[in-house]
């Protein structure tokens, strides 16, 4: 028997077609078959649905993540992989929600998308959803993970960005290497894959998405600073801090950190850089935000700290000191313990 991926079409630059004014927009499903007839008889079967509304991925919100979530939940058991294709601007952010939701995920979630349209000659369309289709069937190798495949690699799901509104490259993971890499074979590192769990698979989609993030950049004003933290019912906020975990030690700033998480606001610590992590109290300046409850969340990349911030406060919404517990430590492969 052949094994069998369900290819789930949310909307992007991939099925996107130009109007006269060369803007642009979301087209339907069909049109990829068009322009990749080859996907009529490959290897493994394949079946197709798109979610009800085709989106620009810079319009994805938690509703979208549930319709696709809850797609792959009510078709789990028919299919060996899923992949979905995806605007890029937001990729990152649906990796990650999709890897939180699944839990005990035993088979591969595959997003791709393009960076340039299915129907345009020199697209990178064809590869990236050929190989994901490769990937998400694979007899040989079983990836129990949501992950992106972009342009011969693939990377975690959750540790993955979007990097480049330029390149084909367009994605990486700069804290977990790639899972694999596509030349003439798809070479698998197996010992960076998630082994496949043992429970049955579950799914939560309660996702709160009463969070903020802020990004901290010299000469930020306590206006700034409290405008945001003062946000009628946040329940979160995403700081965005310096090289390993570093903010100004200003009493003003201290005292609004302060305040807020005396009110209940988890306040997360996530660097401004690309590569390595937060390490509280290696400097001063993370030592006061360390006292007042601030969690350092590592190695994580801002896509997964903000996903995660909002699952585990629609899972945990009455117990905020286990939505903080479970912040820096790793759910699904997101960050390094
Ligand atoms: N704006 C598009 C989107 O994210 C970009 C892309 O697909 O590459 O939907």
Same mark, same amino acid.
């Given at each position: 028997?052949?094994?069998?991926?369900? $290819?789930?079409?949310?909307?992007?630059? %991939?099925?996107?077609?130009?109007?006269?004014?060369? *803007?642009?927009?979301?087209?339907?499903?069909?049109r990829i078959?068009?322009?990749?007839?080859?996907?009529?008889?490959?290897?493994y079967?394949?079946?197709?649905? #798109?979610?009800?509304?085709?989106?620009d991925?810079?319009?994805?919100?938690?509703?979208?993540?549930?319709?696709?979530?809850?797609?792959?939940?009510?078709?789990y058991?028919?299919?060996?992989?899923?992949? *979905? @294709?995806?605007?890029?601007?937001?990729?990152?952010?649906t990796?990650s929600?999709?890897?939180?939701?699944? =839990?005990?995920?035993?088979?591969?979630?595959? @997003?791709?998308?393009?960076?340039?349209?299915?129907?345009?000659?020199?697209?990178?369309?064809?590869?990236?959803?050929?190989?994901? $289709?490769?990937?998400?069937?694979?007899r040989?190798l079983?990836?129990?993970?949501?992950?992106?495949?972009?342009?011969?690699?693939?990377?975690?799901?959750?540790? &993955?960005?979007?990097v480049?509104?330029?390149?084909?490259?367009?994605?990486?993971?700069?804290?977990?290497?790639?899972?694999?890499?596509?030349?003439?074979? %798809?070479?698998?590192k197996?010992?960076?894959?998630?082994?496949?769990?043992?429970?049955?698979l579950?799914?939560?989609?309660?996702?709160?998405?009463?969070?903020? *993030?802020?990004? @901290?950049?010299?000469? %930020?004003?306590?206006?700034?600073?409290?405008?945001?933290?003062?946000?009628?019912?946040?329940?979160?906020?995403?700081?965005?801090?310096?090289?390993?975990?570093?903010?100004?030690?200003?009493?003003?700033?201290?005292d609004?950190?302060?305040?807020?998480?005396?009110?209940?606001?988890?306040?997360m610590?996530?660097?401004?850089? =690309?590569?390595?992590?937060?390490?509280?109290?290696?400097y001063?300046? &993370?030592?006061?935000?360390?006292?007042?409850?601030? *969690?350092?969340?590592?190695?994580?990349?801002?896509?997964?700290a903000?996903?995660?911030?909002?699952?585990? $406060?629609?899972?945990?919404?009455?117990?905020? #000191?286990h939505?903080k517990?479970r912040?820096?430590?790793?759910?699904?492969?997101?960050?390094?313990?």
């Amino acid at each position: 028997m052949k094994n069998k991926v369900l $290819l789930i079409y949310t909307g992007g630059t %991939i099925g996107m077609v130009q109007d006269e004014s060369g *803007v642009l927009h979301p087209f339907a499903l069909d049109r990829i078959y068009d322009a990749v007839p080859q996907l009529k008889n490959c290897a493994y079967g394949i079946d197709s649905c #798109q979610l009800e509304n085709i989106i620009d991925s810079s319009n994805m919100t938690p509703a979208f993540w549930r319709d696709i979530a809850n797609i792959i939940a009510r078709e789990y058991d028919r299919y060996d992989g899923f992949v *979905v @294709l995806h605007g890029t601007d937001t990729m990152a952010y649906t990796a990650s929600a999709l890897s939180f939701v699944f =839990k005990n995920l035993a088979k591969p979630i595959v @997003l791709t998308g393009s960076q340039l349209p299915l129907g345009m000659l020199r697209s990178d369309g064809r590869e990236n959803i050929i190989c994901a $289709l490769e990937i998400a069937s694979a007899r040989q190798l079983n990836i129990p993970e949501v992950c992106i495949f972009f342009e011969d690699h693939l990377y975690r799901g959750n540790r &993955s960005t979007k990097v480049s509104a330029e390149n084909f490259d367009a994605f990486n993971s700069y804290n977990y290497p790639s899972l694999a890499t596509a030349g003439i074979n %798809i070479s698998f590192k197996e010992h960076l894959i998630l082994p496949v769990p043992e429970g049955a698979l579950t799914i939560r989609t309660e996702f709160d998405n009463r969070v903020a *993030v802020l990004k @901290l950049f010299p000469g %930020i004003t306590r206006e700034v600073v409290h405008a945001v933290l003062s946000t009628s019912d946040l329940q979160g906020l995403v700081i965005e801090t310096y090289g390993s975990g570093n903010a100004p030690t200003e009493k003003w700033f201290i005292d609004e950190l302060e305040a807020a998480a005396k009110r209940g606001i988890i306040l997360m610590n996530v660097t401004q850089c =690309k590569a390595g992590a937060v390490k509280m109290r290696q400097y001063a300046a &993370s030592c006061d935000m360390d006292r007042i409850g601030v *969690v350092g969340a590592k190695d994580i990349t801002i896509e997964a700290a903000v996903t995660k911030l909002m699952y585990l $406060l629609g899972c945990y919404p009455n117990d905020k #000191q286990h939505v903080k517990e479970r912040l820096s430590v790793s759910l699904r492969g997101e960050l390094t313990d």
